[in-house]
């Protein structure tokens, strides 16, 4: 079987030292702060961007990583002698760059490639990344691998929520007359990944019905579950915990978002995501 490469974006938050340990190839979502254009970069990296999205009123504005960015690493990939590519990306709903990679295949007219939508975002993009290698390190074929990838992005789960209404008011999700209210009432959106988009669930008072609502999302037979947190980590670690106390034989991983998704959230935002 020939070698396959396992492309995917920036918004799969896969720690670098992992990308660079199995090779895969992670394509940068862009952002514009302030006037200055910064490609997203790997967890570890997105502090100062939310100290900074603290301390200011402006609001950055995110895109797609151009076409030209996956046409050099699908060129890269066959240079260094691998056979096929798949690459696995971002809800092509929630952002352009799954359109990008299928215009990039186009330009190079290459059947060796395959651009999946994972319909997914974050920690679950990233399981599905790591299933795809864990299944090319297996030997299993490239057609299985796609076939697998694809069936499993319709049993995963995200739900989210904010500490505070500001920065989906920023983002323009909410007016201005609604975030006063909502702040002054205290009110908490649970927010659901549906279909690839993200969308209203419920709205609760407070932030530890919030936590509460997002750990009962997760039931039944759950094989893995990751907590994904914004400058939040003591409360991913109780939620971990919580968490644990129900599902001891499950891992449970904490993840932070970067600022393509994270701008929207805002500090002290934290959801989680499971399958």
């Known amino acids: 079987m020939g070698k396959i490469k396992i492309i995917t974006d920036s918004t799969s938050y896969?720690?670098?030292?992992?990308?660079?340990?199995?090779?895969?190839?992670?394509?940068?979502?862009?952002?514009?702060?302030?006037g200055v254009e910064e490609k997203e970069g790997f967890p570890g990296e997105f502090h100062?961007?939310?100290?900074?999205?603290?301390?200011?009123?402006?609001?950055?504005?995110?895109?797609?990583?151009?076409?030209?960015?996956?046409?050099k690493e699908y060129q890269k990939a066959f240079e260094e002698g691998y056979e096929s590519i798949i690459a696995i990306l971002l809800s092509?709903?929630?952002?352009?760059?799954?359109?990008?990679?299928?215009?990039?295949?186009?330009?190079?007219?290459?059947?060796?490639?395959?651009?999946?939508?994972?319909?997914?975002?974050?920690?679950?993009?990233?399981?599905?990344?790591e299933d795809a290698i864990n299944m090319v390190k297996e030997g299993i074929l490239e057609e299985e691998i796609v076939k697998t990838i694809k069936e499993k992005r319709k049993n995963m789960s995200i739900y989210l929520t904010v500490d505070t209404l500001e920065y989906l008011r920023r983002g323009g999700r909410l007016s201005?007359?609604?975030?006063?209210?909502?702040?002054?009432?205290?009110?908490?959106?649970?927010?659901?990944?549906?279909?690839?988009?993200?969308?209203l669930l419920d709205k609760v008072r407070g932030k530890k019905k919030a936590?509460?609502?997002?750990?009962?999302?997760?039931?039944?037979?759950?094989?893995?579950?990751a907590i994904c947190h914004i400058l939040n980590e003591e409360e991913a670690l109780k939620l971990k915990e919580e968490l644990e106390s129900r599902y001891p034989n499950i891992p449970i991983s904490i993840d932070e978002l970067g600022p393509v998704i994270g701008c929207h959230i805002g500090p002290k935002g934290i959801g989680i995501c499971f399958y």
């Open 211 to 225: 936590l509460k609502s997002l750990s009962d999302k997760v039931q039944g037979n759950v094989e893995r579950i």
């Open 176 to 199: 201005g007359i609604q975030s006063t209210i909502g702040e002054m009432l205290n009110i908490k959106p649970i927010i659901q990944l549906i279909d690839g988009e993200l969308k």
């Open 14 to 34: 896969i720690k670098k030292e992992f990308a660079e340990e199995m090779d895969i190839a992670v394509v940068a979502l862009n952002y514009v702060f302030d």
């Open 48 to 71: 100062e961007f939310y100290e900074k999205l603290q301390n200011t009123k402006l609001f950055p504005t995110t895109s797609q990583p151009s076409a030209a960015a996956f046409l």
């Open 92 to 129: 092509s709903k929630l952002s352009g760059t799954y359109n990008s990679a299928l215009i990039a295949k186009d330009i190079l007219e290459d059947k060796r490639i395959t651009v999946i939508d994972s319909l997914q975002a974050a920690s679950n993009l990233r399981f599905l990344v």
